[in-house]
Nanobody, 123 residues
Framework: QVQLVESGGGLVQAGASLRLSCAAS????????VGWFRQTPGKTREFVGG????????YFADSVKGRFTISMDNSKNTVYLRMNSLLREDTARYYC????????????????WGQGTQVAVSS
């Protein structure tokens, strides 16, 4: 059973950067596709970006392309989401999730989820 724990959220001003971490136990990220999603109250969970543990390829939603990057540290079994040039509309609870390959943008395709970390961006 894979367990995921996110960290790194917080309150920042628009234009700032944050790095979220997703640490895994009970499994190796190199065997999974890892996605980051975000959700605000009353809205459905939205795909932000993801990375293939096998190939290292990544994919981002248009809303964050050019601002967010994703990386995987296999030695720490941790995936990072680096968020630059944050906007107010990036405010949400961010979740990481893992599934068997391949990477998917669909939240229901993911088997394992973390508890989320809150990101708030003020103007």
């Amino acid at each position: 059973q894979v367990q995921l724990v996110e960290s790194g959220g917080g309150l920042v001003q628009a234009g700032a950067s944050l790095r979220l971490s997703c640490a895994a136990s009970g499994g190796s990220f190199s065997d999974y596709a890892v996605g980051w999603f975000r959700q605000t109250p009353g809205k459905t969970r939205e795909f932000v970006g993801g990375i293939s543990g096998n190939s290292g390829t990544w994919y981002f939603a248009d809303s964050v392309k050019g601002r967010f990057t994703i990386s995987m540290d296999n030695s720490k079994n941790t995936v990072y989401l680096r968020m630059n040039s944050l906007l107010r509309e990036d405010t949400a609870r961010y979740y990481c999730a893992a599934k068997s390959e391949p990477l998917s943008t669909v939240s229901r395709a993911y088997s394992y989820w973390g508890q989320g970390t809150q990101v708030a961006v003020s103007s």
